[in-house]
C-alpha cells in the first residue's frame, strides 16, 4: 500500500529512543523528510546518520514554549512546509499517590501535555496552508484504564481527550488528529537505569529483568510487551493519506490488555 507519505514533512519529538525512534525509522521508509526533537542531541545525531532520508535534528526541550516556536520555525524555514506532526516525548515514574510530589507531576504535564498542545497550535497554520495536515499523539492504554502512575495516567488521559478536541476542530482544513495507545512497550522506559524496570523491581522485590517480565505476563493477554516498531506502525499509518478520513480515535496498541471496550 502505497501511503501518500513520500516528501511530506514529518516532526517527531522524543525521537532519539525508544518508540520514538522507530517511529522516525519508519517514517523514513515511507520517504517523508524528518524534523527530529528531543534534549538527547547525541542520540538524534547518532540516529540521523542511519536514516535515509532529509533529517533535521534539534536540541529541544519541548516544556519551554519559546524553545518550540523556534523549532518549528526552524523546520518551516528549512522544508518550506510541514505536514505531519508527531506528538511522542514522554516519561513516567512510579510513585505512592499521596507522597507523589507535586513539582513532578506538573513536570510531567508539561512535558506530555502542553508540549502537545503548544506544538499542534504552531504548526495548524501550517497546514491550512498545505490544505491538509495530519497530528498524532502518543497516549497511553492507562489514559483509558489505571495503571498505578498519577501522573502519567492522568496526562495520557487529557491527552486522549485532546486528541478528540483536536481532530473536531482541525476537520474543517482537512487535518486529522488521532492517538496511539501503547500498552507496555519493550523500551529503555523500562529497562535503563532508575526507569520502570527499577521501580517495579524495587516494589515486588524482584531483580529488575524478572520484575519485567513478571508484569507482562501477569497483565498482558499476549505475554509480551509491545515492540516500538508496532507502535511506530500504528502511528505512520494514522498519518498517512489512506487513513486520512480516520480521525478522533485513540487507537489501542496494547497485546489485549485494555478490558474496557473502547
Known amino acids: 500500500m502505497d501511503l501518500g507519505l513520500k516528501d511530506r514533512v514529518v516532526i517527531v519529538t522524543g525521537a532519539a529512543s525508544g518508540i520514538g525512534k522507530a517511529i522516525s525509522i519508519a517514517y523514513a521508509k515511507e520517504g517523508a523528510k524528518l524534523a527530529l526533537a528531543d534534549i538527547n542531541l ?41 505536514d505531519v506532526l508527531v506528538n511522542n516525548a514522554g516519561t513516567a515514574l512510579m510513585g505512592d499517590m499521596e507522597t507523589f510530589p507535586e513539582e513532578v507531576f506538573r513536570k510531567h504535564a508539561e512535558l506530555m501535555m502542553y508540549a502537545p498542545v503548544r506544538l499542534t497550535n504552531l504548526c495548524i497554520p501550517y497546514f491550512k496552508k498545505n490544505g491538509w495536515g495530519s497530528v498524532v ?29 483536536y481532530s473536531a476542530y482541525c476537520a474543517p ?35 529488575k529483568e524478572a520484575a519485567i517480565d513478571w508484569f507482562a505476563k501477569t497483565n498482558i493477554p499476549m505475554g509480551r510487551y509491545a515492540k516500538p516498531e508496532e507502535i511506530a506502525t500504528a502511528t505512520v499509518f494514522l498519518s498517512s493519506v489512506p487513513a486520512h478520513y480516520i480521525t478522533g480515535v485513540a487507537l489501542n496498541v496494547d497485546g489485549g490488555m485494555v478490558k474496557c471496550c473502547f
Open 173 to 207: 482544513f482537512n487535518v486529522n488528529v488521532n492517538a496511539v495507545c501503547p500498552g507496555p512497550v519493550d523500551t529503555p522506559l523500562w529497562h535503563a537505569d532508575g526507569q520502570l524496570g527499577d521501580q517495579l523491581a524495587s516494589a515486588t522485590g524482584m531483580d
Open 42 to 82: 547525541e542520540g538524534l545525531k547518532n540516529l540521523q546518520k542511519e536514516l535515509q532520508t532529509e533529517v533535521y535534528v534539534e536540541k529541544v526541550d519541548i516544556t519551554n514554549a519559546d524553545a518550540c516556536k523556534t523549532f518549528v520555525d526552524n523546520v518551516a524555514n528549512k522544508f518550506g512546509k510541514i
Open 137 to 165: 499523539n502518543t497516549a497511553s492504554i492507562f489514559g483509558k484504564q489505571p495503571g498505578g502512575l498519577i501522573s502519567y495516567d492522568t496526562i495520557k488521559a487529557a491527552d486522549i481527550m485532546i486528541t478528540k478536541d
